[in-house]
């Protein structure tokens, strides 16, 4: 199978970098506004009077409208484009941030988490398919983990924001001001981002066949290795600074700073694991999935945070969750990447990465849940970690077995 890259992208230009570093700012973006609850979430609990489930349920808020959204939002991405759906979905969510900040009671703050997951719904096909239509096959894996990179750039960003925004000001100040860095964000874009851009061609010549991505046993290792590496994700943005406070028994202000600490480590580790990866597929027949080598490896490597109950020292915690970040985020690039490699219907790459992303935020929307039942259960993190462990490990022996062939978005046809 060839790569058969879209019209414009045949002779790539420096303008592309320009481009990288837009998705990658609304990657940071993205994710600086879900670490801004997870260091305000003490503060939110205590004004409205939460207990540690209550938190969870508040934690995973902005997944139910974002796990439910994610396909549908997808498909409305390959019809409207990148361009438009960019400045939509960023200003969408940016508005319940600022929202967010004026809400009065615990039910109208959730309504506004629900508003954000909406918006960030497409956030990761947008990102998926920008990447896919402008980067050469030779770019493809490091600038996608770079895209995933914002994740623990994001968190380490907004955590260290938010905690000095909460300590001088309060956490409706810190959400008010990271909506308007959004829409900020979302000005750039509109006038930055070309118009005809390389998403469309005047119109859809293709419709996403579900039943044959389902018979596609490609498509489903790609899922499985998805929703582990999303587990540990999602469970780490939500809960990280509450665990350091836990653990290493610190202060709001000493919590957000090591949380920030943590992502940043993670986020210069998987720039160098996402270029180190690439240098391993070099060479290898893409299409027929050998980069899922990569993932399983990261998969394991990330596996390490089970040893976190046996650190001590906050060198040691904070070390360990660095790297284990470090290896979640560059896995999940790693995957997207097989996901681009392996699919044969190129134009259909942000339906096919809404329809993963369901998938895998659907598990990833139990993590910050049950860990918040398991905290209130056991009093601390011990089998949230193992939990993680064992799916960070299966996710790595499924990457190795299953994606091994083409995935076709749609009917394949037939010679008569």
């Keep these: 199978m060839q790569d058969t890259s879209p019209p414009l992208q045949e ?10 570093a837009l998705i990658i700012a609304m990657c940071v973006v993205c994710y600086g506004d879900r670490a801004a609850l997870s260091v305000a979430m003490p503060s939110i609990a205590t004004e409205f009077g939460l207990t540690s489930g209550q938190t969870g349920w508040v934690l995973s808020s902005f997944l139910w409208s974002y796990f439910i959204l994610n396909l549908p939002s997808a498909i409305l991405l390959d019809r409207l484009g990148t361009r438009v759906m960019g400045v939509l979905a960023v200003t969408l969510w940016s508005m319940a941030m600022i ?4 809400s009065a009671s615990i039910g109208a703050f959730i309504a506004t988490r629900v508003l954000l997951g909406i918006g960030e719904a497409p ?8 990447v896919r239509l402008w980067a050469p096959v030779r770019e493809r894996g490091a600038v996608m983990t770079a895209f995933v990179c914002g994740i623990p750039i994001g968190l380490a960003c907004g955590a260290a924001a938010s905690t000095w ?3 001088c000001f309060g956490w409706r ?14 000005a750039c874009w509109l006038f930055i981002s070309p118009r005809g851009d390389k998403a469309r061609d005047g119109k859809i010549v293709a419709v996403l066949s ?5 018979r596609c046993r490609a498509f489903w290792g790609i899922v499985i290795s998805q929703c582990c590496a999303n587990y540990a994700n999602f469970l780490l943005m939500s809960w990280m600074p509450i665990m350091l406070r836990d653990i290493l028994h610190l202060s709001l202000a000493q919590s957000g700073t090591y949380t920030a600490c943590a992502n940043l480590g993670a986020a210069l580790l998987s720039l160098v694991a996402g270029k180190c990866g690439e240098y391993f597929v070099s060479g290898h027949a893409l299409a027929r999935g050998e980069r899922r080598r990569v993932v399983s490896l990261y998969l394991v490597l990330a596996s390490v945070m089970g040893f976190l109950p046996f650190c001590h020292t906050t060198l040691s915690v904070v070390g360990l969750l660095a790297f284990s970040l470090a290896f979640v985020a560059a896995a999940d690039g790693a995957n997207m990447a097989l996901l681009a490699d392996l699919l044969v219907d190129h134009e259909l790459l942000g339906s096919v990465t809404g329809l993963t992303m369901t998938f895998s935020n659907g598990i990833g929307i139990l993590a910050p849940i049950m860990t918040g039942y398991l905290l209130q259960g056991t009093g601390s993190f011990h089998a949230v970690f193992y939990i993680m462990t064992t799916l960070l490990l299966l996710g790595a022996l499924n990457a190795l077995i299953l994606p091994r062939s083409a995935v076709h978005a749609r009917p394949v046809q037939t010679a008569p």
């Design 210 to 214: 579900v039943p044959t991505l389902f």
């Design 123 to 130: 956030a990761f096909p947008l990102g998926n398919k920008v």
């Design 173 to 186: 100040t810190a959400f008010a001001s990271l909506g308007v860095m959004g829409l900020l964000w979302a």
């Design 11 to 20: 002779a790539p230009t420096r303008f592309r970098f320009v481009i990288y």
């Design 99 to 102: 929202l967010g900040s004026l």
């Design 165 to 167: 925004l909460i300590t």
